[in-house]
């Protein structure tokens, strides 16, 4: 995934986390605020704490369907961006879906499951270089994605 996107304020997500629980498209309202243009306290990078949507076991519903079944509710909460690396100091933050197997991906994969809601994310080009706009050296030219018509975009983690 990337290293840096633009994120919704705590009270956005649970706004989100409303419209999703009622089963109606994520939309923001009128009385959501505008999209900010490069806000810095609301673009995160990895080590940033950002408001997720995680899963909220609740209760077992005996006799529903065959057995037991396990009810939930959804709720925000603010985690940080990344794992520290158990063999060093830095932060690991990408993961592919072939590597979600190892070790260091193994728990969260099956137990530590969220939804990342973000205005949008940003991908830097594997070749494509640009003048940096502070030092003026050649940096990889960062995109920035949207989903065309919706003002959130809800990211597995």
Request: proline letters at 10%; glycine letters at 10%.
């Amino acid at each position: 995934m990337c290293g840096k996107c633009v994120i919704l304020e705590y009270d956005e997500v649970l706004d989100v986390i409303h419209e999703l629980e009622l089963g109606v498209p994520v939309g923001l309202g009128a009385d959501w605020p505008a999209r900010p243009t490069r806000c810095s306290d609301l673009v995160a990078r990895p080590g940033s704490a950002v408001p997720v949507i995680v899963a909220q076991p609740v209760a077992a519903t005996p006799g529903v369907g065959r057995g037991s079944q396990l009810s939930g509710s959804l709720a925000a909460l603010n985690l940080t961006w990344g794992f520290q690396e158990p063999w060093g100091t830095g932060l690991v933050f990408n993961a592919r879906i072939e590597s979600a197997g190892k070790p260091l991906w193994r728990d969260s994969m099956e137990q530590r499951r969220c939804i990342i809601p973000v205005r949008s994310f940003f991908e830097t080009s594997a070749t494509e270089t640009v003048p940096s706009p502070r030092t003026g050296r050649p940096v990889k030219r960062a995109y920035e994605f949207t989903v065309p018509g919706s003002p959130v975009s809800l990211i597995g983690g």
